[in-house]
Each structure stands twice: as structure tokens, then as C-alpha cells.
């Protein structure tokens, strides 16, 4: 079996894999998102990034949802990043943002955080912050959190949904089929899945061009 063939054929066995019931819960956020005229954030490092972006102009254009991709104005990441540290990047946009309990969090992610390894803890922070938006000393329980009157956290990550998956609301996991190809085929079903959900009758109210 050629490599072409074999990388075809995981994707294959990912689709067969994938958990549509969450997919589906992501979507009925985002719709009572949208109802309650709330925001939604994407977020993610590197390729997450790059889709954050893309996904934002499909909720927006597609779906008329206000959303916003904290990293699209790198004057603002350098700055951040240079003065107060990379870990707080995000939360911190956050904040000025006033994030409210009526938002959502979307979190694109190959990993998902890990704050116990200190891995991508920009997106744990943020995580967190969902906990107490009302305060920065992260005062919580996350064990007996209530996130029925907090942003909402939903995502599409890999490996095994790490930060996000443990303390998300609807989480989809793209199943590792290899391990020497969880990046790409990671990110790869990242875009198809939110472009699913730009299509989803229950959210798409403006067609597209093509």
C-alpha cells in the first residue's frame, strides 16, 4: 500500500469514528448562542490559529454569529506576548472583551492543553477563565462548577481532547488513527467539521457563492 492510499484510508476510519451526537451539541450552542446575541470566540495556536480565522468568517458571513479570533491582530499578540507572556495571551483578550456568560468559547486545538504537563496554557488559561469571569485569581471549583450561567466552551481537538475535552461543554475528538499523522489529520478534520457546522441547517442562514 502506497502512502497516498494508507493516509486515504485513515481518513476513512475517521469519519466511520467520529461522535456526530457531539457535533450535533456544538450546534444547539451555537445556535442559543446566536439567540442570546452573544459572541463567539475561536482560538488556537499555529494551524488552530490559521482556522480560527477562516472559521470566524464563516460564522459571520455564513451564519450571522458575531465572532472574533483573538489572534488575528498580531500588534496586539506581539505586544501581549512581549509584556505580559504568552500563557496569558488570550485570557487577557478576553477580559478587555468583557466576556460574558451569554458567549462561547470555540477551541480548534491538536491537544487541547494540558495544565498539568504546561502545555498550550494560553488555552487553558482561557479555559479557566470561564470559571470566574468575574474575577483574575481563578477563586473556583472545577470540580463543582456550575457552567449553566458561564460562556459556554466547545471545541474540535486530538489526541485524547485533553484541558478542553475534561472542562468543555460539547467537545468533538478526532480519533488518533496514527500516531505519526494526529497533526495533520487533526487539523484536516478540524476544517471539515466547522465547515459542517457552517452548513448545518440549524445555523446557516446565508448562502454561499459557490
Same mark, same amino acid.
Given at each position: ?12 476510519l475517521?469519519? $466511520?469514528?467520529?461522535d456526530?451526537?457531539e457535533? @450535533? $451539541?456544538?450546534? &444547539?450552542? +451555537? !445556535?442559543? *448562542?446566536? $439567540?442570546? %446575541? ?6 488556537g ?12 468568517? &464563516?460564522?459571520?458571513? +455564513? ?13 496586539? +499578540? /506581539? ?7 504568552? &500563557? *496569558? ?9 468583557? +466576556? ?34 468575574? *474575577? ?7 470540580? /463543582? ?7 459556554? !466552551? ?10 478542553? %475535552? $475534561? ?7 478526532? =480519533? ?5 499523522? !494526529?497533526? =495533520? ?9 466547522w ?8 445555523? %446557516?442562514?446565508? @448562502? *454561499? %457563492?459557490?
Amino acid at each position: 500500500m502506497n502512502f497516498t492510499q494508507n493516509f486515504l484510508e485513515e481518513c476513512e476510519l475517521i469519519i $466511520k469514528s467520529i461522535d456526530s451526537n457531539e457535533i @450535533e $451539541k456544538i450546534v &444547539d450552542i +451555537l !445556535v442559543e *448562542t446566536r $439567540k442570546n %446575541k452573544g459572541r463567539l470566540f475561536v482560538i488556537g495556536s499555529g494551524g488552530g490559529a490559521g482556522h480560527a480565522s477562516h472559521a470566524v468568517c &464563516d460564522f459571520r458571513k +455564513l451564519c450571522n454569529i458575531e465572532a472574533y479570533a483573538p489572534y488575528d491582530n498580531i500588534s496586539e +499578540l /506581539t505586544a501581549r506576548t512581549n509584556d505580559e507572556g504568552w &500563557d *496569558t495571551t488570550i485570557v487577557n483578550w478576553l477580559r478587555v472583551s468583557n +466576556l460574558n456568560h451569554q458567549d462561547c468559547i470555540f477551541v480548534i486545538s491538536v491537544g487541547g492543553g494540558d495544565k498539568e504537563k504546561n502545555v498550550s496554557m494560553n488555552i487553558v488559561n482561557a479555559i479557566q477563565y470561564t470559571y470566574d469571569i468575574s *474575577t483574575w485569581n481563578y477563586s473556583y471549583t472545577e470540580s /463543582t462548577f456550575n457552567r449553566q450561567e458561564h460562556p459556554k !466552551v466547545v471545541g474540535i481537538i486530538g489526541r485524547d481532547g485533553g484541558y478542553t %475535552k $475534561k472542562f468543555g461543554d460539547a467537545v468533538v475528538v478526532i =480519533p488518533t488513527i496514527s500516531q505519526e499523522h !494526529v497533526t =495533520p489529520l487533526t487539523e484536516g478534520f478540524q476544517a471539515v467539521i466547522w465547515h459542517l457546522l457552517v452548513s448545518h441547517p440549524k445555523l %446557516k442562514i446565508n @448562502e *454561499t %457563492k459557490w
